[in-house]
């Protein structure tokens, strides 16, 4: 679990700044942390790329 927080730390801290700032919009309507995953795992052209959905 906490290499799982870690790889989603490392995902988010590499986001740039615009990527950042959509996240910091769609986090108030995340009601757990597999919301998180899930929008992390969708890029902006709405295409999957998963890298893990453990939560």
Not at 5 to 21: C, G, H, Q, V, Y
Not at 34 to 51: M, Y
């Amino acid at each position: 679990m906490v290499n799982d927080r870690i790889d989603l730390e490392t995902r988010i801290n590499s986001l740039p700044l615009a990527r950042l700032e959509e996240l910091g919009e769609a986090l108030l309507d995340f009601s757990q942390m597999s919301d998180l995953v899930a929008w992390l795992n969708v890029d902006r052209s709405g295409r999957s790329c998963v890298i893990s959905d453990r939560y």
